[in-house]
């Protein structure tokens, strides 16, 4: 597609449990950004790639998150032994070029997270 | 660290009428300014952007937002809303300089409500 990808669009996960999210950016795209929005909040950063490269992780809660993009396209978010405090939508979004962010950048439909 | 202020959570508007949608953002140096539009079970799309130059900036769908250094604000304005701008708008903003300059933050967005 043309778009920015992501999968699942919903998961519902008991405390506990382990958790991957997925984002397929648009192709050719160099910058990818994961980012989590609670329930009536902005989005929030939480990490940068630029190509297989992870520029900045400042913005993981825990150590319990982890993301990667291992051939620079596809990436997935790993959210382990989820928390409550974790159910949010995660937004993926990736735009063409790398470094200063003066271009658009193009958002996926969310996946929303849900832990009982 | 940057941060962005929505002043309104939610604005009822009549279908053409005016609306503002108010953001200010914490002084920095340089900055880039960004308003985003979510549209129901949708990402997030790109509006407009300043990033230098004219202050009066004109985004899609008949949006435009002013620069006001002085003001620190980004005020988001259209002349005559329909139906269809029933969304939530998101502020964001980014450093103009330096090397954290691709990490946007956003405000906690405000929800437009057009009626008929």
């Known amino acids: 597609g043309a778009g920015v990808s992501q999968s699942p669009r919903y998961k519902v996960a008991k405390r506990g449990q382990d958790v991957a999210l997925r984002c397929d950016p648009i192709?050719?795209?160099?910058?990818l950004f994961w980012y989590q929005q609670a329930l009536g909040q902005g989005p929030e950063f939480l990490t940068y790639?630029?190509?297989?490269?992870?520029?900045?992780k400042s913005g993981l809660p825990s150590d319990r998150f982890f993301a990667e993009r291992p051939e620079g396209s596809v990436s997935t978010l790993k959210i382990q032994r989820t928390q409550q405090e974790d159910s949010a939508v995660y937004l993926c979004?990736?735009?063409?070029?790398?470094?200063?962010?003066?271009?658009?950048?193009?958002f996926g439909e969310g996946s929303r997270l849900t832990v009982l | 660290a940057q941060s962005v202020t929505q002043l309104d959570s939610q604005v009822p508007v009549f279908e053409e009428a005016p609306v503002e949608l108010r953001c200010n953002y914490s002084?920095?140096?340089?900055?880039?300014l960004f308003w985003y539009v979510q549209y129901p079970n949708q990402g997030l799309q790109l509006l407009l952007k300043?990033?230098?130059?004219?202050?009066l900036v004109k985004g899609i769908n008949g949006f435009e937002a002013e620069f006001n250094k002085s003001q620190t604000s980004f005020h988001l304005r259209k002349p005559s809303v329909h139906i269809s701008d029933t969304a939530e708008y998101f502020c964001?903003?980014?450093?103009?300089?330096?090397?954290?300059?691709?990490?946007?933050?956003f405000g906690k967005g405000t929800k437009l409500s057009v009626i008929p």
């Open positions: 002084s920095s140096v340089s900055v880039y």
């Open positions: 790639f630029q190509n297989e490269a992870q520029l900045d």
């Open positions: 979004a990736s735009s063409l070029r790398g470094g200063t962010n003066t271009g658009e950048l193009f």
């Open positions: 964001a903003v980014s450093d103009g300089t330096g090397a954290g300059s691709y990490q946007l933050t």
């Open positions: 192709s050719g795209h160099v910058s």
């Open positions: 300043y990033l230098s130059g004219s202050t």
